[in-house]
């Protein structure tokens, strides 16, 4: 088969290439400032520095969520599970009131986290940087637990789950 010419990317060429990038999936939440709660499905979770741990977070321009993380200089991270692919839409889709009849886990300073996640991370924001349309945001872990489970993955635009090869871990993550 040949492969395309090279071209200049637009936002769907963009979008189609990095979506053959295979990532988890999390919520980001906020609280906006008068005690409701803001969040949004992200794939752009990255972590930065392991000590001091910082993540960092990617957030559309003119999301309720980019501003609420803005207004409060603080944001948590809910990594969601296989199971949680109705939660991952939800919270992707525009408009909708999100939190409406879902029990939600609070972080010891209050914050909204999905409950059952597989990891759940409080963060102070260390700094933020406007890149292109979007606002990125480095997050100070200041609180965190985590549990077992497998992962929701997502690729070219559909959810999944992870399984591994069987084969040994990787001595240098654990
Ligand atoms: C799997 C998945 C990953 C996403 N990742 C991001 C992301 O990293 N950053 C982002 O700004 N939007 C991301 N989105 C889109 C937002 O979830 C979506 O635009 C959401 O509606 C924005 O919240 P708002 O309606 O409050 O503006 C993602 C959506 C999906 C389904």
């Known amino acids: 088969m040949t492969l395309p010419a090279f071209h200049a990317p637009t936002?769907?060429?963009?979008?189609?290439?990095?979506?053959?990038?295979t990532t988890g999936v999390a919520v980001v939440s906020a609280d906006d400032g008068d005690g409701?709660?803001?969040?949004?499905?992200?794939?752009?979770?990255?972590?930065?520095?392991?000590?001091p741990a910082i993540l960092l977070v990617s957030l559309?321009?003119?999301?309720?969520?980019?501003?609420?993380v803005e207004a409060a200089?603080?944001?948590?991270?809910?990594?969601?599970?296989?199971?949680q692919e109705a939660l991952a839409r939800r919270f992707a889709t525009r408009g909708g009131a999100r939190f409406?009849?879902?029990?939600?886990?609070?972080?010891?300073?209050?914050?909204?986290?999905?409950?059952d996640a597989l990891?759940?991370?409080?963060?102070?924001?260390?700094?933020?940087h406007d890149i292109g349309d979007h606002r990125v945001f480095y997050g100070e872990v200041t609180d965190m637990r985590c549990r077992e489970g497998t992962g929701?993955?997502?690729?070219?635009?559909?959810?999944?789950?992870?399984?591994?090869?069987g084969h040994d871990e990787v001595p240098w993550l654990f």
């Open 11 to 21: 936002p769907t060429d963009m979008r189609r290439s990095m979506g053959r990038f």
């Open 36 to 51: 409701n709660p803001s969040a949004m499905t992200i794939s752009s979770l990255t972590s930065i520095s392991l000590d």
């Open 60 to 68: 559309t321009h003119g999301s309720r969520t980019t501003e609420a």
């Open 73 to 83: 200089g603080s944001f948590a991270v809910s990594v969601l599970g296989s199971r």
């Open 100 to 115: 409406d009849d879902l029990p939600c886990d609070r972080s010891r300073s209050g914050l909204p986290l999905i409950k």
């Open 119 to 128: 990891a759940q991370l409080e963060c102070r924001v260390h700094s933020a």
């Open 152 to 165: 929701l993955v997502f690729y070219s635009g559909r959810f999944g789950d992870f399984h591994d090869f």
